[in-house]
């Protein structure tokens, strides 16, 4: 009898056994899945970030209109959270303004460009503009932004050709930088979609 019992205990636990280890393979597969889903998702991302660029915008503009519009155009953008080119904010004190200025045209996602009758002529706004549309035209993808402040668009398409088949906005016509901070933000999410 006794040894009867001893191996009905011995089927029994093996019966155990075999009950544990599949409860344990079966368990441990499926959070080995959902680590390995976790972790592939955390790849993708970090593939996005990888991708992306340092700036999600650069502000192209003429000095004398960052009082009267632009300083209040980059304060709406800077409450979207994004990462943003503005010279007065990126290039300190004892920096190669323009080392900092070329490697923002080639850092950002995209390029609002405000266009006046004081941006018209100067050398770095022109540069900035040019280097834009180079590396729209080289990526296919959307990067510049017109933004016409006080200036027609008969002015700008006189002034930049190159311009005249991208669709711009009159700020004129908003009621606030705050409007245009949301379209911008419409932009980018578009683009990362």
Not at 80 to 98: A, C, M, P, R, T
Not at 126 to 147: A, C, H, W, Y
């Amino acid at each position: 009898m006794t040894s009867f019992f001893y191996g009905f205990l011995i089927v029994v636990f093996v019966v155990i056994a075999f009950f544990i280890v599949v409860f344990i393979v079966c368990f441990l597969g499926h959070w080995l899945g959902v680590f390995g889903r976790w972790l592939k998702r955390g790849k993708a991302k970090e593939s996005i970030k990888a991708n992306r660029k340092q700036y999600d915008v650069f502000i192209s503009h003429a000095n004398a209109d960052k009082e009267d519009y632009v300083d209040k155009l980059n304060g709406e953008i800077k409450k979207l959270g994004v990462e943003i080119f503005y010279d007065s904010d990126v290039i300190k004190w004892g920096d190669n303004w323009k080392e900092k200025i070329l490697t923002g045209i080639e850092q950002a996602e995209f390029a609002i460009i405000v266009i006046s009758e004081n941006f018209f002529g100067r050398e770095w706004t022109e540069k900035e503009l040019n280097d834009f549309l180079t590396r729209q035209n080289e990526s296919g993808q959307k990067i510049v932004l017109p933004i016409l402040h006080n200036v027609s668009v008969g002015q700008m398409k006189e002034k930049y050709p190159k311009l005249s088949e991208i669709q711009a906005i009159e700020a004129g016509n908003y009621k606030s930088a705050e409007s245009i901070a949301v379209l911008f933000a419409g932009q980018l999410i578009e683009r990362f979609r």
